[in-house]
């Protein structure tokens, strides 16, 4: 249910046509998604699905880089890194900076997230 919300919403953010034509495992940047369109993509989520969905849920990296603990010096901590390989369930040993990770931030990832808010 969550992933044909949040690819309508995206859909209609970005002025489409037809969400289908958002792919589930896209990248929303490769999508032409910027950082207002997140703000608004969040705004509509809470309107449309639930007021409890949080910027922070939909997309933890942001959160997770501006903790002193997690992301220090330009780099992720031991614990910020493996925070990260959590909650994006990747393997990758060597830590990424942000800007690489926003390859994860896909509809598909925007909707477990979603679904584990209101499920939770």
Same mark, same amino acid.
């Given at each position: ?12 953010? %970005? @002025? ?11 990248? @929303?940047?490769?999508? #032409?998604? =910027?950082? *207002?369109?997140?703000?608004? %993509? ?18 933890? +990296? ?11 010096? #330009?780099?992720?901590?031991? =614990?910020?890194?493996?925070? +990260? ?28 997230? +979603?679904?584990? +808010? *209101?499920?939770?």
């Amino acid at each position: 249910m969550c992933i044909q919300k949040i690819k309508s919403i995206t859909a209609d953010i %970005l @002025f489409l046509d037809d969400p289908a034509e958002i792919e589930d495992a896209k990248p @929303f940047e490769d999508i #032409g998604f =910027t950082s *207002i369109d997140f703000i608004d %993509l969040c705004y509509e989520l809470q309107q449309q699905i639930d007021p409890r969905i949080k910027p922070e849920e939909l997309w933890p +990296v942001n959160h997770f880089s501006t903790d002193p603990t997690l992301f220090a010096d #330009g780099k992720w901590t031991k =614990t910020g890194w493996s925070r +990260v390989q959590t909650a994006l369930d990747i393997e990758a040993d060597d830590p990424l900076p942000p800007q690489q990770l926003t390859r994860y931030w896909t509809p598909a990832f925007c909707a477990k997230q +979603v679904e584990a +808010v *209101i499920g939770g």
